[in-house]
Each structure stands twice: as structure tokens, then as C-alpha cells.
């Protein structure tokens, strides 16, 4: 079984950067979608950002607005997600996750993803 492993996440001023990563054990599924999702505290579990196998199309969340990038390196088994102009709305555990191959259009389900990190944390004050 795949294990997803991210870090990155700490404790920032709002206006600044981060960059997340996700690491995979072993390769995940060819043409699996690879997704960030987060949790706010008190709040369910969103989608933030998807990309597809091979790096095109991505997907991003309204709130992202071009703040954030998604990107992946199948040799390297990395996921990344470049923030920058840190908000404290986006203080949250980040989460990455890969998703069954061969599932629908809809990225943002969460229930089509069957692997899971243990999220990193991200913290932005105003």
C-alpha cells in the first residue's frame, strides 16, 4: 500500500509563503489524480487543488484565485503546493491524497481519493 508522507506546513505571518510537499513511498497508480485538500479547525475537510497524471489540466479551488500551484514529479513521487499571499482564512491541516484511477470528473469528492497523508499544519496570523 501507497503511503503519502507531506510537510511544510508551519506557523507564518499572513502575506507570506509556503511551499508543501508530498512524498509517496512508491509510484502511485499510473494516471491517478493527485489532489490537496485541507481542514479548518471546526470546519469539514475541502478540496484545494488537483492535477492530473501527467501535469495538465489542474484544478483549483475559487478561494485559491491564483495564490496557490499545484505541481507533481512522477520520478521524484512528489506532490507539491507552492502558497503564497498567506491569508489567516487559510490556517488549516493540509492534506494530500491520491485518487482511484478510473473515477469520475469530479476531483473535489473526497470519497474517490482511497490514500491519504497525515497533514501537515499551516497557521497564517494576521
Known amino acids: 500500500q501507497v503511503q503519502l508522507m507531506e510537510s511544510g506546513g508551519k506557523a507564518v505571518q499572513a502575506g507570506s509563503s509556503l511551499l508543501l510537499s508530498c512524498i509517496a513511498s512508491e509510484p502511485t497508480s499510473v494516471g491517478s489524480v493527485m489532489g490537496w485538500f485541507r481542514q479548518a479547525p471546526g470546519k469539514g475537510r475541502e478540496f484545494v487543488a488537483g492535477i492530473s497524471w501527467i501535469g495538465r489540466p489542474v484544478r483549483y479551488a475559487d478561494f485559491v484565485k491564483g495564490r496557490f500551484t499545484i505541481s507533481r514529479d512522477n520520478a521524484q513521487k512528489t506532490l507539491t503546493l507552492q502558497m503564497t499571499n498567506l491569508i489567516p482564512e487559510d490556517t488549516a491541516v493540509y492534506y494530500c491524497?491520491?485518487?482511484?484511477?478510473?473515477?469520475?470528473?469530479?476531483?473535489?469528492?473526497?470519497?474517490?481519493?482511497?490514500?491519504w497523508g497525515q497533514g501537515t499544519r499551516v497557521t497564517v496570523s494576521s
Open positions: 491524497g491520491a485518487r482511484k484511477p478510473g473515477t469520475g470528473p469530479n476531483w473535489a469528492s473526497q470519497s474517490e481519493y482511497d490514500i
